[in-house]
């Protein structure tokens, strides 16, 4: 009987999998037959839901990574390869938001963390995983960008400036390797229950309900409606797209 499940077969590495947006997509990609590997800081949150993936059925794995730091990227990704011999795709989600301040009053401290974590992981990532994909005839690689990599939102400039990037290196990374079999894509979520949102929920009263009045479908993403769009660019069921910054936002961008 043919396998209908999106990623049946397939080896999907996912940074950022130790809660929100990269957590849901360890739950979905595997729920698709994927064997997963997870990486993130938090080992504790990592086993944990390793362990529930396996007790679900899944073949899942996780492995402890700054995506700040090359070799950590390296390790995370050759644990992948080693474990299963070849990497099929990646989901480069790790990130974080950053202070809401206006441009002028912004730590530079804020749009260091911001730019090592948002742009630097993804590129260290980038590089290890296109190597492997490389060495075994193709794969796939979603980036997880954001709406503010498509448009300005306020009072987030450095994240604004990375996830831009995040944009630019997608676009990049798929014209440089699509006569290899490499095809890569971002996602642009918008507005999304995770830990970044509820802490600039909670540091910024009002920040929600504006939100929600901004967005045609007026309200929060649950992490899984990222992670399913993440997990159809990821399969074979989207064989001619490449270089695509796809946005998961309710209309946000489209108004
Ligand atoms: P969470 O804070 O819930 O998840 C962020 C994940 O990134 C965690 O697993 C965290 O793990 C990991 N991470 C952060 N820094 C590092 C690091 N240096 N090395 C390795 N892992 C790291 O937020 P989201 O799920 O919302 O965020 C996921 C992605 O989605 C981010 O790139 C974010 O910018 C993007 N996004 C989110 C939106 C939203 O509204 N929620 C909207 C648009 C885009 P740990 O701390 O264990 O290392």
Known sequence: MTNYRLLAGKVAFITGASSGIGAAAARVFSREGAAVVL????????AELTRQLREAGAEA?????????????RR???????????????????????DRTPLHLMGDDVYDTVM?????????????????????????????????GLVAIPSAAPYL???HAVV??????????????????????????????????GRNPGLEEMVHAMTPQGRTAEPEEIAETAAWLLSDRSPFLTGAVVPVDGGFVNQ
């Not at 794995?61 to 990227?73: F, G, K, L, M, N």
């Not at 995370?76 to 950053?98: M, S, Y």
């Not at 994909?133 to 794969?139: E, Q, V, Y």
């Open 76 to 98: 995370a990704v050759a644990f992948a390869v080693e474990r299963h011999g070849r990497l099929d795709a990646a989901f480069n989600n790790a990130g974080i938001g950053g």
């Open 168 to 201: 630019g290196l997608t676009r990049a990374a798929a014209d440089e390797y699509a006569r290899q079999g490499i095809r890569v894509n971002a996602v642009a979520p918008g507005i999304t229950r995770s830990e970044i949102t509820a802490d600039w929920f």
């Open 116 to 148: 090592d974590t948002n742009v630097r992981g993804v590129w260290n990532c980038l590089r290890p995983e296109i190597a492997a994909m490389l060495a075994g005839g193709g794969g796939t690689i979603v980036n997880n960008s954001s709406v503010a």
């Open 161 to 163: 400036a990375a996830k």
């Open 61 to 73: 794995s996780y492995v402890v990574a700054d995506v700040t730091r090359p070799e950590d990227a």
């Open 39 to 46: 990486t993130a800081r938090r080992e504790d949150r990592l």
